[in-house]
């Protein structure tokens, strides 16, 4: 059908002619109500937007010299975290003459990794970088 009869056919209905294909020979169309379309393409794109899961990053910091009631209020806090789903980022700042010590900080990453281990994942496991050393934990599937 040629353009013209085409646009007649869809004026005639009073609805749009929308191109499908224009790089095709010749171009594909389709008379439709294109503002019906768009409408109804942004209420499926706000549906699955709603659907969808955002999963944050909580963080949780911690000291070289950390008591263990603090680091059992800091674990708790984290797996209330994890339960919510959330991803954990726990890092520990290395002050002054504290970055002489690095393996203290490991042992304290493990220990709260070792706690936190029935809600969630080692994701990424402890490294320094700079003077901040970093473990990401993540939430256990519900299976």
């Known amino acids: 059908m040629s353009a013209a ?3 007649k056919a869809a004026s005639y209905r009073s609805l749009d002619l929308v191109k499908i294909a224009p790089q095709a ?3 594909v169309c389709k008379i439709m109500d294109y503002g019906k379309y768009k409408f109804d393409q ?7 937007k709603k659907n969808q899961k955002v999963i944050e990053i909580k963080e ?10 603090d680091i059992e209020t800091k ?3 984290a797996i209330r975290f994890l339960k919510a789903g959330n ?8 002050r002054g003459r504290e970055m002489v010590h690095p393996e203290r900080g490991l042992e304290i990453m493990q220990s709260f990794a070792d706690a936190c281990s029935e809600y969630g994942n080692v ?3 402890a490294k320094l970088e700079n003077r901040t050393m970093l473990m990401f934990l993540a939430a256990k599937s519900a299976k």
């Open 5 to 7: 009869d085409a646009l």
């Open 87 to 94: 991803k954990v980022k726990v890092s520990i700042r290395f």
């Open 75 to 77: 674990v708790n806090h």
């Open 60 to 69: 949780i910091q911690l000291t070289l010299n950390i008591d263990t009631h």
């Open 123 to 125: 994701e990424k496991p």
């Open 25 to 27: 020979v010749p171009p």
């Open 42 to 48: 942004q209420k499926r794109e706000k549906e699955a």
